[in-house]
T-cell receptor, first 109, second 114 residues
């Protein structure tokens, strides 16, 4: 089974901090995704990557950046965290169908 | 209008009931339709997928797609307390993780009580 591992389950950060969310998959998938999930809004795509060093903006990229230096690792970066970025962040890896990590619940205070 | 509409619930049913979960969509190019189940504090997991119109059955779960009406359903027979979760529909133009990304519904929260 594909495993997608997100480095932290819970994070609390201060406004203005630079935040790194890490995601690693173990099945050599080309495609990886970062979503945020908010009540009533569902999953919204932030960024995705279809190859090493390649990235594409999703629907809500503002305030975020990503890095894909190795195939198995896809990092989401909040350059200067703000309270409206408090959310559940989900990473997914895909070949046919998406496999999600367990999520990182980020609180920005 | 959202591309995919899903009633957020919550839906509360007694154990053993038949549950019907639904989504409507507006993009007629969608061909692949998926249902994900998400338990509390976990990531979504793929439950079922179907291609184009028709039915697909897997144990107590049946997925239906009606492309003419742009309407998909997930039926759960003999529902169990362990089915209590949020169910998300998702769809794409291709069954691939590439450029044709998945579009998700907001999710329906289901509670099955003993």
């Amino acid at each position: 089974d594909v495993k997608v591992t997100q480095s932290s389950r819970y994070l609390v950060k201060r406004t203005g901090e630079k935040v790194f969310l890490e995601c690693v998959q173990d099945m050599d998938h080309e495609n990886m995704f970062w979503y945020r999930q908010d009540p009533g809004l569902g999953l919204r795509l932030i960024y995705f990557s279809y190859d090493v060093k390649m990235k594409e903006k999703g629907d809500i990229p503002e305030g975020y950046s990503v890095s894909r230096e190795k195939k198995e690792r896809f990092s989401l970066i909040l350059e200067s965290a703000s309270t409206n970025q408090t959310s559940m962040y989900l990473c997914a890896s895909a070949e046919q169908g998406y496999t999600f990590g367990s999520g990182t619940r980020l609180t920005v205070v | 209008q959202k591309e995919v509409e899903q009633d957020p619930g919550p839906l509360s049913v007694p154990e053993g009931a038949i549950v019907s979960l639904n989504c409507t969509y507006s993009n007629s190019a969608f061909q692949y339709f998926m249902w994900y189940r998400q338990y509390s504090r976990k990531g979504p997991e793929l439950l079922m997928y179907t291609y184009s119109s028709g039915n697909k059955e897997d144990g107590r779960f049946t997925a239906q797609v009606d492309k003419s009406s742009k309407y998909i359903s997930l039926f759960i027979r003999d529902s169990q307390p362990s089915d209590s979760a949020t169910y998300l529909c998702a769809m794409s133009e291709m069954f691939s993780g590439g450029y044709n990304k998945l579009i998700f519904g907001a999710g329906t929260r289901l509670a099955v009580h003993p």
